[in-house]
């Protein structure tokens, strides 16, 4: 009993690990689920220069009220983090963690990987 027990927890570990990071198809097919949000912590310089991905929510990262911010957010939805490369949303999704949010996963090579592949990027006007 205490070996299934065992193996058990080490494929829900190992499944909550493979859900956290994303690769670029990953993350587009996680956006269409229901109630995910997607966040971008990319500076406005670098969302007005690159674009950034439909519909996603704007957090600074480097904002000093950043973390406040993200704190403040329903740990019950579903986050989806990114940036440029994937520092700032790894960091982002150890703070959640952390801080008992349920379901967050990160785009682990960043926007860049996103544009690599071609997918869609909106870009401000």
């Known amino acids: ?3 299934l027990l065992f193996i058990t927890t080490l494929f829900f570990a190992n499944l909550t690990f493979a859900q956290t990071n994303l690769n670029a198809e990953g993350f587009k097919q996680k ?7 997607v966040i971008d912590l ?15 929510f704007e957090i600074n990262w480097f904002d000093k009220n950043s973390e406040a ?3 403040k957010l329903d740990k019950n939805k579903n986050y989806l983090l990114y940036c ?12 959640m963690q952390k801080n008992n949010f349920k379901n967050v996963a990160h785009l682990q090579n960043g926007f860049d990987e996103w544009v ?7 870009k401000k006007k």
């Open 31 to 37: 956006i269409t689920e229901k109630n995910t949000i």
């Open 1 to 3: 009993m205490k070996t």
């Open 84 to 95: 440029a490369g994937g520092g700032r949303s790894g960091e982002c999704l150890e703070l």
């Open 116 to 122: 690599k592949k071609g997918f869609e990027v909106d």
């Open 42 to 56: 990319r500076t406005p310089e670098e969302i007005v220069k690159k674009g950034k991905i439909k519909s996603a």
């Open 69 to 71: 911010v993200i704190l």
